[in-house]
C-alpha cells in the first residue's frame, strides 16, 4: 500500500469524504512546483499539493483532503 | 490537541443537547438529513444520535462515494485491471465495493495489478517510477475530491506523461440534492450540510435548498459539537420558522468556496449528460467527465469498457437507506448475509456508509428499537 503517512491505519474512516481532512502545517517547499512539505502535530511529514492556495508560507496551518490543501485553517487557540 | 479537544468536550455537548431539547415541540417529530457520510460516521461514532431528543431523527443522505457507485462503473473498472499493461490505483475503499461478479479486491488477488493510493499525486508517481506500465487512477468522490484530481491530471499533462489516465467517477453534491428535494414522499425537515464539499463550493452553493425547496440547511464541521451545534441551528430556524442556509463551519468555509479549486475542476472536467446512482437511478448531469481538451488522459476513450448496467442484487435495499426511507436494520440482509466482511450492497462497505456505520457502532441497541 503505497498510503502517506496520514492515510487511517486503522481503516476505521473514508478517505474520499470529508472528514479524513486533516489540519497540516506547512514546514518547507516541496520538491516540485506546487507541493510543500507539510506535517501533523506529532511531525509526520508529507508532501502536499497546494497549489489551490498558493502561495502559502512555511509555519501556516492547512486543511489537507486526498493529498490536496483545500483551505486555510485559523491557528490553534 | 487542544483545538481538537474543545469540539470533542463532553459538557459542552450535554449543554448543547439541552438547548436542543429547549426546541423541540412537544408531539412534533423532525427530520434532518446529514448529506455526508463522514457526519453519519460521526454521528453513530460518538453516539450523537443518543444525545438527541426522541423528537429529532437523523436520517443519513446519499452523500457517500463509495455507496452511489453503481455496480456497472465497479465492472469497468475492474475491466480496466485485468489488462495486462495496466496498474490501476485506487482508493482503499474502493477496493471491497462488489461489482456484479467480483470487487477490485478479489481482481488483485486473482492477478490484477491493483494498488491502493491515498492520493490522486500517488498514482501519477506510480506512472513516473513505472513508464512501462499503464496506470489508470479510478477517480471518485464529490466536489471535495474532484480538484485534486484535476490538478494531478494538470501536472500529468505538463509533464507529458502518456502512460497515464483517469477513470472518472466524480460527482457532484446539487443534482441527487435536488433529485431528493423533488420527490414527492419526501418527508425531510432541513439539512445539516456537508462542510467539505462546502470548502470548495461554499455556502452559497446550497442557496437552493432554502429558496427553492423552502427547507433549512446548515453547513457543518465534522466534530461532534460541530454536528450537534448544527442540529440546534437547523432545529431553532425551524422553532422560528425561518428557511435559510447558515454556515456553522465560518473557521473553514467561505461563502463562495475555493475559486482556484472550482477553475481546475471547469478546466479538466465537464458535465456528463446523465450518470447512474445507486438506489437514485440515472440523474441528469450529476456527475463529471473529462473535458475536451483532456479526452487523451480519460481511460473511458483509452480502453473499450463493457459500460452495462447492471441492476443491483434483489435482496439489496441500498436505495431505500440512501433516500432515507428504511434505517439500515430495517434492510432484510443487514449483519446477516451483509456485512462489512462480505457486503452485498455498497452502504455496508465503506465506513461512512451508513449500514457499516450502524454495524459498527450501534447495531445491537438500535436493533431492538421499534422502526
Known amino acids: 500500500m503505497s498510503a502517506g503517512p496520514h492515510a487511517d491505519p486503522s481503516g476505521d474512516v473514508c478517505i474520499t469524504c470529508g472528514d479524513r481532512a486533516l489540519p497540516l502545517r506547512v514546514v518547507a517547499p516541496g520538491a516540485e512546483p506546487g507541493l510543500a512539505r507539510c506535517a501533523d502535530p506529532e511531525g509526520r511529514e508529507e508532501e502536499v499539493e497546494v497549489a489551490l492556495l498558493a502561495p502559502v508560507a512555511v509555519g501556516e496551518r492547512l486543511l489537507v483532503h486526498a493529498g490536496t490543501a483545500i483551505a486555510r485553517l485559523g491557528e490553534e487557540r | 490537541m487542544r483545538y481538537v479537544e474543545e469540539f470533542r468536550d463532553p459538557e459542552l455537548g450535554r449543554a448543547l443537547a439541552a438547548r436542543i431539547l429547549s426546541l423541540v415541540e412537544p408531539g412534533r417529530r423532525r427530520k434532518l438529513m446529514e448529506v455526508c457520510g463522514g457526519h453519519t460516521h460521526v454521528i453513530y461514532r460518538y453516539a450523537i444520535d443518543e444525545l438527541l431528543p426522541d423528537e429529532v431523527e437523523m436520517v ?17 473498472g475492474i475491466a480496466i485491471a485485468a489488462r495486462e499493461e495496466v496498474v490501476l490505483a485506487c482508493f482503499g475503499d474502493m477496493m471491497r465495493v462488489p461489482g456484479s461478479e467480483r470487487s477490485l479486491q478479489e481482481a488483485k488477488a486473482a492477478g490484477a495489478d491493483v494498488r491502493v493510493v491515498y492520493s490522486p499525486l500517488d498514482a501519477l508517481r506510480i506512472a513516473r517510477a513505472e513508464p512501462e506500465r499503464e496506470v489508470v487512477f479510478f477517480a471518485i468522490g464529490f466536489e471535495t475530491t474532484a480538484p485534486s484530481t484535476a490538478l494531478t491530471l494538470k501536472r500529468a499533462r505538463a509533464e507529458g506523461l502518456t502512460n497515464f489516465s483517469c477513470f472518472c467517477n466524480h460527482v457532484l453534491i446539487e443534482p441527487p440534492l435536488r433529485a431528493l428535494l423533488s420527490s414527492p414522499d419526501l418527508e425531510i425537515d432541513g439539512f445539516v450540510g456537508p462542510g467539505h464539499v462546502a470548502t470548495i463550493v461554499g455556502a452559497r452553493a446550497f442557496d437552493f435548498v432554502a429558496a427553492e425547496y423552502r427547507r433549512p440547511l446548515v453547513v457543518s464541521g465534522f466534530e461532534p459539537l460541530d454536528v450537534l451545534q448544527s442540529v440546534e441551528m437547523a432545529m431553532l430556524q425551524l422553532a422560528e420558522g425561518r428557511c435559510e442556509v447558515e454556515n456553522q463551519y465560518g473557521r473553514v468555509v467561505a461563502p463562495d468556496g475555493n475559486p482556484a479549486a472550482l477553475a481546475a475542476m471547469a478546466e479538466v472536467f465537464e458535465p456528463r449528460e446523465t450518470f447512474e446512482w445507486r438506489g437514485l437511478g440515472e440523474i441528469e448531469r450529476s456527475a463529471l467527465r473529462l473535458s475536451g481538451a483532456y479526452a487523451d488522459l ?22 431505500e437507506v440512501l433516500k432515507g426511507a428504511i434505517k439500515p436494520w430495517e434492510c432484510r440482509v443487514f449483519g446477516t448475509a451483509c456485512t462489512p466482511e462480505r457486503a452485498i450492497g455498497t452502504c455496508m462497505v465503506s465506513p461512512e456508509g451508513a449500514c457499516a456505520a450502524y454495524y459498527n457502532y450501534g447495531r445491537l441497541s438500535r436493533q431492538e428499537q421499534p422502526a
Open chain 2, 60 to 76: 443519513h443522505g446519499p452523500g457517500c462515494p463509495v455507496c452511489v457507485i453503481p455496480m456497472g462503473r465497479v465492472d469497468d
Open chain 2, 298 to 319: 480519460d481511460a473511458e476513450r483509452r480502453f473499450e469498457l463493457p459500460g452495462a448496467r447492471v441492476a443491483d442484487p434483489v435482496e439489496c435495499q441500498c436505495g
